[in-house]
């Protein structure tokens, strides 16, 4: 059975730095592409950040140069390393797994519980 | 960048209705276009890929059309469990993904 756990989220001051993990189990993180996505309180879906098989990592314009997605294959684990935090960063973190289904198609077909980030003084 | 602009932002319906929600690409996106529910307190899950290809396990009630520009989603006999949020999001322009504003379909 496929399953993602976040783990690492928590109240932080702005400015600070958190580190939130994403376990996976039933598949290997290594061979699929993973995307980390947020939603702040009461508000839509972000896409945030993509890790590829080839370990090319991209990420959207609100978290670049701040924002890290890594994994550690031993682990099966999907890590998103976030610095500068900010109040607008606040927001539940979801990890996730790309489907591909051809070139241009690609969906989020696991996602983990997601786990809350709470930039504030 | 790609917006996506989904219609209505909410919507109120009765079990047995069969409602429709629209999703508008700024650019010609092909089919690369996908709907998620989420239900409060929950994660997103996917319902229709690729335009129109119904998820595994999900109920066929649930049907997208559409390519280019406009698409919809059609949610025909609605039951109490599809009342929930529902999200579009293109994929034309991976790796940026971009999710639409999200509808809230709520019981009248």
């Known amino acids: 059975e496929v399953q993602l756990v976040e783990s690492g989220g928590g109240l932080i001051q702005p400015g600070g730095s958190l580190r939130l993990s994403c376990a996976a189990s039933?598949?290997?993180?290594?061979?699929?592409?993973m995307s980390w996505v947020r939603q702040a309180p009461g508000k839509g879906l972000e896409w945030v950040s993509v890790i590829y098989r080839d370990g090319s990592t991209y990420y959207a314009d609100s978290v670049k140069g701040r924002f890290t997605i890594s994994r550690d294959d031993s682990k099966n684990t999907l890590y998103l390393q976030m610095n500068t935090l900010r109040a607008e960063d606040t927001a539940t973190y979801y990890c996730?797994?790309?489907?591909?289904?051809?070139?241009?198609?690609?969906?989020?077909?696991?996602w983990g519980q997601g786990i809350l980030v709470t930039v504030s003084s | 960048d790609i917006q996506m602009t989904q219609s209505p932002p909410s919507l109120s319906a009765s079990v047995g209705d069969r409602v429709t929600i629209t999703c508008r690409a700024s650019q010609n996106i092909i089919s690369s276009l996908n709907w998620y529910q989420q239900k409060p307190g929950k994660a997103p899950t996917v319902l229709i890929y690729a335009a129109s290809t119904l998820q595994s396990g999900v109920p066929s009630r649930f049907s997208g059309t559409g390519s280019g520009t406009d698409f919809t989603l059609t949610i025909s006999n609605l039951q109490p469990e599809d009342f929930a949020t529902y999200y579009c999001q293109q994929s034309y322009s991976t790796p940026v993904l971009t999710f639409g504003q999200g509808t809230k379909l709520e019981i009248k």
């Open positions: 996730a797994r790309n489907r591909y289904s051809g070139s241009y198609y690609v969906d989020l077909d696991y």
């Open positions: 039933g598949f290997f993180v290594s061979r699929n592409y």
